[in-house]
């Protein structure tokens, strides 16, 4: 089977946001493989050693995003996609980066793709969507648990807290939400191998696109970090007084009662 | 410059989700003086839904009534909706940033090739260009944005656009459209409910977290009670879920969902960055923890410092004492 994974480089989750000229400051950021796509590089693994075939990882970024593409072939990846848009693109939206991989995939025998359900720095969640969409493939988003067997797919799909049950078939595209497995971290023979793995690297012109074609639907104006939230009150007195308190301030002063 | 705007419309169990008031709010500020057209997917008599929306500030609504359209599927409604579009030709769509919309909209503006503003929380008109703010980073920074090109396509978070004030004096036509739904790829066999009622989380206008402090899964059936008092709902911090004491789909934070509610019971929680990224932009927090120097007092608007096993029950009494008062 062949099996493709998106993935992309975010922030650590533990990373405080700070703004400097407009642009959120990256210097000496940590970075992660998207959480949400974390649990797609897990899920790939363990369907490719029960069907077999082969897991790709792909991203789309600049040079740095190597090391979470390593990452990924040390978790049990095959091998791994950069396209590099370092030097072609200052400003990309979701239109971009589908316009990208659909360009990619075009040439390619898929099976399945899996990709995190949303990225934890822009949260759009339109990427995996937006590509089944060009790649006229079924798409089933948020899914937590995946069975596969032929060429029928059973999903359990994530709806605001409610369990979807879903059949479709291959090929598909899915995007991962938690609770979907538990990932696993990349073992020390693991990252050994993952240095010899394939990684290619591709660029705007080897994939036959033009910055034109590509060129952004929408643009960020402004970058801006939300109000400090002052410290309120903490209450004193008897456990009884404070609840009492607390009622009242809720009803008359923060009027959400 | 005035626009022609299709807000889609959003039913659960029968009835209008607020989203869809709300969505409205935000298509009347787009259209910009011009017509805001509502549309309503689904099966039997969608009429007095219909008229809901017109009540609410819609200048006119499409009914597709289809039996393919009973439940949600991306195929189903992506197809309905995509005709809609052909024969309105807006200028602007808004939905709001529900499953339903997160589903189709990327499917449709990837077919329409325009762009998508997801999950805006503001929408705002200047010197002419429609801005919309949204959060990154799980509400660690926010962000403004335009559409450069074409189509103004955006979602909107439920609870942060205020929905038009209801008149039912308002009129405006209802039409009916058919609509040809062919091959649905996605089969939905079953579904299971598990949230304890209608309300949705990124909906609840009261949600009521607990943390690793409670303990166990029994220790969030107070935690429950309180919310069902307030008419709210029960989130959760990953500590609590990753303890195994609730499912992930209560999870609160940077990873899952980012809430803002009129008012947020934080008991046991912490707060950790993570989660705070996905509550913090609440209206009014309050926390209870036995924790002073906890880093939830941080962002919390009113503060108990003290067992939650204690405190809800008491404040279980106290609320229900003021709806009998008042």
Not at chain 1, 54 to 83: C, F, H, N, P, S
Not at chain 1, 175 to 182: A, D, F, R, S
Not at chain 2, 266 to 293: R, T, Y
């Amino acid at each position: 089977m062949n099996i493709f994974v998106l993935l992309k480089r975010t922030f650590d989750t533990e990373e405080k946001i700070t703004v400097a000229n407009g642009k959120i400051e990256d210097d000496s950021a940590e970075y992660i493989i998207n959480p949400y796509d974390e649990y797609a590089v897990e899920e790939a693994i363990k369907i490719r050693d029960e069907h077999g075939g082969e897991v790709t990882v792909v991203t789309i970024g600049e040079e740095d995003a190597e090391k979470q593409l390593r990452t990924a072939l040390a978790m049990g990846a095959d091998q791994a996609v950069l396209i590099n848009t370092e030097d072609d693109l200052e400003e990309g939206d979701q239109f971009t980066t589908v316009k990208i991989l659909e360009a990619f995939f075009s040439d390619r025998d898929v099976d399945l793709i899996l990709g995190g359900n949303v990225a934890i720095d822009e949260a759009s969640g339109q990427v995996g969507p937006r590509l089944a969409e060009r790649l006229d493939m079924p798409c089933v988003t948020t899914i937590t648990k995946i069975e596969i067997d032929g060429t029928t797919v059973t999903i359990d799909r994530d709806v605001e807290g409610d369990v979807e049950k879903v059949e479709t078939s291959l090929p598909l595209l899915v995007t991962c939400q938690q609770g979907l497995n538990e990932p696993r971290y990349p073992s020390l023979p693991g990252i050994m191998k993952a240095k010899k793995k394939p990684l290619e690297e591709l660029e705007l012109d080897d994939l036959d696109l033009e910055e034109d074609d590509v060129e952004a639907k929408t643009k960020t104006t402004e970058i801006f970090l939300p109000p400090e939230k002052q410290a309120g009150k903490v209450l004193e007195g008897e456990t009884a007084d404070q609840v009492k308190e607390l009622v009242s301030l809720l009803k008359t002063e923060a009027k959400v009662l | 410059m005035s626009k022609k705007v299709l807000v889609i419309g959003e039913a659960r169990e029968g009835s209008l989700r607020n989203v869809t008031f709300e969505a409205i709010a935000a298509g009347n500020i787009v259209s910009d003086g011009g017509e805001v057209v509502g549309v309503l997917c689904g099966a039997g008599d969608l009429n007095s839904m219909a008229q809901e929306m017109v009540y609410h500030g819609a200048s006119r609504v499409i009914t597709v009534a289809n039996e393919e359209l009973k439940t949600y599927t991306s195929d189903g409604y992506g197809q309905a909706i995509y005709q809609v579009i052909q024969d309105e030709s807006p200028e602007g769509i808004i939905m709001g940033h529900t499953a339903i919309g997160k589903d189709v909209t990327p499917k449709l503006a990837s077919r329409l090739e325009s762009g998508l503003v997801s999950d805006a929380t503001e929408v705002v008109v200047e010197d002419g260009n429609i801005v919309f703010t949204r959060p990154i980073y799980s509400g660690k920074a926010f962000e403004k944005k335009e559409v450069t090109d074409g189509l103004v396509f955006a979602t909107i978070r439920p609870n942060n656009i205020p929905a038009l004030t209801r008149d039912d004096s308002l009129a405006g036509e209802v039409t009916e459209k058919e609509v040809e739904i062919s091959t649905i790829r996605t089969i939905i066999k079953d579904v299971i409910k598990k949230s304890s009622e209608g309300v949705d989380l990124s909906e609840a206008k009261v949600i009521v977290a607990g943390g690793r402090g409670v303990k166990s899964s029994e220790g969030f059936e107070p935690l429950q009670e309180l919310a069902d008092t307030l008419n709210g709902t029960v989130g959760a911090s990953r500590g609590a879920c990753d303890a195994g004491y609730c499912d992930y789909s209560l999870q609160i934070g940077q990873t899952g969902k980012v809430v803002t509610p009129d008012l947020y019971i934080a008991c046991g929680i912490s707060g950790a960055i993570q989660h705070l990224a996905g509550m913090s932009n609440s209206k009014v927090i309050v926390a209870i923890n036995k924790d002073p120097e906890a880093n939830i007092f941080n962002v919390a608007d009113y503060g108990i410092v003290g067992d939650l096993f204690d405190v809800v029950p008491k404040l279980i009494e106290e609320v229900k004492q003021m709806k009998v008062n008042a």
